[in-house]
């Protein structure tokens, strides 16, 4: 017996004999590249929308879902144990994490929970399983129920609790009507169902998404345009600048800053300097979240 098949797990009875309608392999493989998942789930009730269950059930629609995740796994990490079995430069890393991540895998469980060394997680990421991904679940609701939610929701609430994951309100007949209206009418529009346009479904997805995935957003501005450059939380100025072009963190002098809140109080670059707003930031500076950013760099 060879090393390999001495950490192989013996074969488990089946989850099922066949994934449940949904997905499909194409639409899976679309997504193996996503550094994480937004579940929709409906969580509202409406006869004129059929559902294929013929019942609206939000817990038992995203354990489906999670499941046909998870067999997808399955195969995946079945496929690379089998070209492991030939493959005489697979390393003793590799071998260890299929090894765990098939038990789990058998188990319905999904891979986001095995255990695996920083090692081990290294050698099989590049099969990108989707069930180790992060999940945000949103819950989609009708625009009553969007300020404070449903029974519904709140047993969808309980299954994210349980698996670690994050759930955020949406309602998509909100957002839908919300894409109508010009801005100035929005913000009333949302008032009248209780929620503020910052805590709005689609915003608080957004933030949610990003807060997940350790983001960062900050801004540079001129005469002409003004745009959101999207970073890694912790990251330095010099970095950060590099997302513009590289000769600015090659060449990085300094980092004229500002936060956006701060400038908007002020009302102008100008205002803000005269108020001691503007500040002088090395390279040593953290950027945070929001920041308004002139970098000053040599060619």
């Known amino acids: 017996m060879n090393d390999f098949e001495a950490c192989t797990p013996p074969p488990l009875t089946p989850l099922t004999p066949s994934p449940p309608p949904g997905l499909g392999n194409k639409f899976l493989a679309n997504i193996r590249e996503c550094d994480a998942i937004v579940h929709v789930v409906r969580c509202f009730e409406d006869e004129n929308v059929i559902h294929v269950d013929g019942t609206i059930d939000p817990v038992n629609d995203a354990e489906v879902i999670n499941l046909e995740l998870i067999l997808a796994d399955l195969s995946q990490v079945e496929k690379r144990f089998d070209k492991c079995k030939k493959d005489k430069k697979t390393t003793e890393e590799e071998k260890s994490a299929l090894a765990k991540l098939a038990v789990t895998l058998e188990l319905g469980q999904p891979a986001r929970l095995t255990e695996l060394t920083d090692e081990e997680a290294a050698a099989v990421k590049s099969l990108g399983l989707l069930s180790a991904k992060k999940i945000i679940y949103a819950a989609n609701v009708a625009d009553s ?72 957003t900050y801004y540079t501005s001129g005469p002409t345009e003004t745009r959101a450059w999207t970073i890694k939380a912790g990251w330095c100025a010099p970095k950060a600048a590099g997302v513009i072009h590289n000769d600015f963190e090659r060449g990085f002098i300094k980092a004229e800053t500002i936060s956006y809140h701060d400038l908007v109080d002020a009302g102008s670059e100008a205002e803000a300097k005269v108020k001691g707003k503007m500040r002088q930031e090395g390279k040593e500076y953290e950027v945070q979240d929001s920041d308004v950013i002139l970098f000053r760099f040599n060619v």
């Not at 939610?149 to 299954?159: I, P, Q, S």
């Open 145 to 216: 129920d969007l300020a404070s939610g449903n029974e519904k929701v709140e047993k969808l609430r309980e299954l994210a609790k349980s698996e670690g994951a994050n759930l955020v309100l949406v309602s998509a007949q909100v957002e839908a009507e919300l894409a109508e209206l010009p801005n100035e009418d929005r913000e009333e529009f949302l008032g009248s169902l209780g929620v503020s346009i910052e805590k709005s479904g689609l915003r608080s997805l957004v933030r949610s998404a990003y807060d997940l995935l350790g983001l960062r």
